[in-house]
Structures are given as structure tokens and as C-alpha cells.
């Protein structure tokens, strides 16, 4: 642990401590204003430089590129407000319930890490039992699917945790409309009526968000089993902020939340999550809890992954990418494909993705 | 110091080794290559920007030739900006095309503390003259004659407003003339220092015209708007130089915009100052004799 390089460290103090900048050099600056952009966290520093009263303090060239970055997660923010809205307007009386997830869940739970936080989809969840319904009614009031290869196609319906994403006509945001937080392929199996039941309301009774204890769990098993972790340092970062947040609201959380882990059998994200927001964002998490937990990975994953996975959730520098990042990044690739789906399915879909990638472009290069 | 005042041979090892850092207006630019050729072209185009010392880079962009597994026997470059490839590769003698037109492009996605209009920017005795216009309006055509006659030249493309103090930002970028206007200004401007033509890009055949020394040299000099005029550039047209309602000028200023949507209610608010301030009018033209008596007079009696 602390084995950060130079690039890293200028990084990670920034947002640990957002008052060391006022040390940076002009190319540190510079650095630090590329690597925040590569992993979309650009508002996220411009609000915790604004709260700190430094805005202007810093230099104006980096005042005016974070600035540009947070008005531009505020609109996207609004948008996905307007879009919330929208769906629950298309789903009234129909009685689903509706859960929002991901950066739409963290905007309405006002986490500290959400007000600038930048994001693009507006994703939701319904039982899956309603999820025919829910897809046929929006077609019905003007929200279409993208055009998709019949593969892509398949790969939703059949394995993944969302079906193909809707977006209105007359607007840009993607809607992505889960049934539950893990793909059904890989080795995790849960109840996702477990979820849709301890769901709580928040602003209006119409919005629901999950548990605080199921956000952790869904931010985690985001993180660490559906995704490939290449810069995704902003997810970790709202785990850093609910693990902050929650133990401050409710006393019993740690309980709670290991408890949940244990019941729904997702001991060994939460390990991850936990391990990782405590080594990269110092994260006050009690010591040991994580061992109570009862899936907990061997002591080779946890080798491996502590090898592996801060290369891969940090940026690379971007002028000298370290071969071993590159490899660490492409194992984590790997490694999130592996324990998506079986490996006979694997092997099909790897070798479809590798024949997309060499077979020559259909169409000319460049004209259109 | 500015790129004039690098020795060509030194200037390919700068530019693939550590990067060309330069100063475009506002906004700083480090560019690095490894083609030969763009390099060149870069030492006579680029001649008169200076070079960025003791300041934040806000652009890191690069262009590469590579070759493709599906594409092995004809290379192809790349433009990058950040490490990150926002359109697909072309043939190696666009790769000056594609790197105006890549810089362009990630000033207009990433620059949100400014409005951008799509708009040609030119000044006279401190006052902005805005030209905003749609593709195919002629709109660096004209720019590009104003900014040889007479005026400075802000920006062919980019009207950059601070709506804080609603001064208006010189950006001084190659004018990218495209297809017939080529010859045209090679003809009424013979003075004019154009690089080669690139034929064959996504809009047909480019030239790029390095903009005036002293409007690159004046490039920290901001000033308020004072004119927006909608051009339209029609064949044998005879000069039209029509006033517009502040409520037309209004929908056409808000549209033209890159973000408008995303500054929102600041946005709405400059604007509306804008037309409010500005004397607007819409110019249909075909001769740019016409053209320049006539803002000639409106500039200087106005």
C-alpha cells in the first residue's frame, strides 16, 4: 500500500486534500488538470475548490477549464432531472415501482460527491416482471431503442442486467432500464424483490433510490464485478462519499451493510470496495470490518487485485503510460469478462469482438 | 519567441519529441507529430504564433500515422487530443486538415466558461464586427478577405464571449477555405500566405490561409461586439445589406451557438444583451468589392 507514482500521488492528494493544490507548480497543474479530466472529475474538483473558498486562488487557466467541466455536469445533471421526470410522467398509474440507480440515485440522495459530478445516462430499475410493460409503454410515448446489431441485441436481452438502452426522440438522454444489478450470466444470483422492497423514497414519493446499505452493494458489485475498472475512479469516489456519509446517519450502518453483504452474498465486492476506497481515498471505514464479512476473496485474488487494481482505476500518465498499467489493465479486461459469463460463453463472445476489431471497415474511411 | 524564430531543422525534433507548445488566443496548444510533412507545413503557417512558456496547456493534441491490422499497406493518421480519438483516421496528406479541424473541435466541446458562437469575429477601432453563419454561408471567405483589408482578425470560426464582462476573445486560427474559394481568394487576395490544397477530405478540397501577424500579435486585445451581420454569400446576388428585428436577430444568435443549451440562463442573457447593444443586419452578397465599400461605410460612419 502507498506505492503510488508521482503522477498518481499529484492526483490523489488533489482529492483527498483539496487544499494541497495550492502548492502545484504550473506543469503540475497541467498534469493534474488531464488526469482529472481522463476520469470525468473535472466539476467533482471544481465544487470541493469552490466550497473550500479557493476558486480563486488557483490558476486562472485551471479555474476556467473546471468551470467549464462543472456547467457542463450541471446541464447534464438537469437533463437527467427532466428525463426522470419524463419517465415518471410516461409510467404514471401504471403502479411500477421505479428505482433510480447510479448518478441519478446519487443527485437525488444529495451525496456530497454528487453535485458535480458528471454523467451522461439515467439509469433505472422495475421488477423484471413488469419490464415488458415498462419497454412497450415508453416505445408507445416516443422513446425509441438505438439501432443495434442483432449480437448486441441478444447480448442484452439474454445476458446482461439491462435491456437495450431508450432514448426519446426529441432528446439525447439514454435511458437504461435495469431489472437487477448484477448480469444474469455471471456467478452472482440475488433476489433483485430483495432491492425493490427496502427501496426508500426520496424528494417525491414517486422517486425511489435504493437502500443506503444496497447503493454500497450496487456501487461495488458495479465496480468490481461489471466493469473493467479502467478510470473509473469517479465510482470509486461515490463509495468513498456514501461510506463517509451513511455511518453519520444511522449509527447501526456497519452492521447493516455487512449483514446485507452477507444475506444477499455480496461479501466479496464489498471487500473490494472497502479495501480499495481505504487504500486510494483513505476512506475512515472501521478497521477489520471487512473481514467479517462472509465471502470474502483468498489471499491470492487479494495479491493480485491489490497489484492490479490502482493502475487500472487511476490514469495513466498520459504522456508516459507504464507498460505495467497497460498489462494490469488488460488482465482487469480480462478478468471482468471472465466472471460475467461462463466460459463457453466467453470464448464465442471474445472471438466475435476480436472479429469485429480485424475484419476490414465495411464502409470507406472517411466519406460519408 | 515565436515559431518564425525556430530553425526548421530543430523544429521536426520539437514537435515529435517534447511538442509544439503554443499560444492561440486564449487558449494554449501543445501539439506533437511524427509526420514530416505536417511539420513542414506547420513552419510556414504557424510562423507567427508564439510559443507558450510559464503557462498551463490546456490542449494536448497529436497526430500520428499508423498502420491498421484490417487496412495493412496504406497508413493512415490519427488525431488524438488527450489520448482520445474523437473521429476516424484519414489518408496521410489530410493530416493537416484533420488537425485544424480536431483542434477546433475540442475547443467547442470542452470550453464551457466562455459562449461559443459559430461565428466569424473581426475588429475596427474596438469594435467587433460578428459574422455568424451556418455551413456553406461563405463565412471564412469573407473573414478571410476582411482580415486583408483592413480589419483584425478575431476568429474565422469561433465567437468567443465572456458573459461576465461581455468582451469578445480573439481566437486567430488558419482559415480553412474550402472547394471554389480557394482560387477565388488566390485571385483577390494574391498577397495572401496559403498552404497547399488537400484534396479529397470530408469537405472536398481544403486550403488554409495563415492569418495577418498583426492580428496574431494583438491576439491578448479583447473588445465588446458593436455589429452582427447574418452573411449569405448567393451567385450574382446584388448587395443586400437588410437591418433585422432584435427578436429575429435573438432566434438566429441563440441558434448559432455551440452552447448555448449548456450555459443556459447566462447564455439567455448575453444574447439578449447582445442584440440589444449590437445594430444587426442581414447581408446577402456575391462581389467582395460591394461588400467592403459597403462595411467599409458602416464601420466607419457607424
Known sequence: ??????????????????????????????????????????????????RRGLSNKIPVRAANQLRSGLIRAKKFQQLARWELDRITWALKGMNIPVVVLKGGAYMLARLPSAEGRFFIDLDIMVPQEQLDQVEACLLKRGWRHREISTYDEHYYRAWSQEIPALIHRERETEVDIHHTIAPVTSRIRLDARLLFDDAITVGSPEYRILCPVDMVLHCSVNLFQNNELADDLRDLLDLHSMLCVFPHEDTQFWEKMISRANQLRLGRPLFYGIWFTRMIFQTPVPEKIENTLNQKPGLFSRWIMNALVPSALLPLHPDYPARFAQFARFLLYLRSHWIRMPFHLLISHLAYKCYLRLRPPSKPMIKK | MRVEQIPAASFFSLLSEEGLRIRLGPFNVRISTNLRHLAEQLHFLYAHYELVEDEITEFHVKIVSKRSIPRPFSASVHFLVDDQEPFPPAPVNQA??????????????????????????VERNGNVLLLPAWPGSGKTTLCTVLAHRGFRLFSDEFGLMDTECDELLPVPRLMSLKNQSIDVIKRYLPEASMGQAIPHTQKGTVAHVRPPQESIEQSAKTAKARWIIFPKWVADSPLRLERLPQSEAFLLLASNSFNYEILGEAAYKAVTRLVKTCH???????????????????????
Open chain 1, 1 to 50: 500500500m502507498g506505492n503510488f507514482s508521482n503522477h498518481q500521488k499529484l492526483l490523489r492528494n488533489a482529492l483527498i486534500d483539496p487544499v494541497s493544490v495550492l502548492d502545484y507548480s504550473i506543469s503540475e497543474w497541467e498534469l493534474l488538470l488531464r488526469l482529472v479530466r481522463r476520469v470525468k472529475l473535472l466539476g467533482h474538483l471544481a465544487i470541493e475548490l469552490e
Open chain 2, 280 to 302: 444587426c443586419y442581414k447581408l446577402v452578397y456575391s462581389d467582395f468589392d460591394r461588400v467592403l465599400t459597403a462595411l467599409n461605410e458602416l464601420t466607419y460612419g457607424g
Open chain 2, 96 to 121: 493537416l486538415a484533420i488537425l485544424e479541424w480536431g483542434i477546433n473541435l475540442a475547443i467547442a466541446l470542452r470550453t464551457n466558461h466562455l459562449l461559443l458562437f459559430h461565428s466569424a469575429a
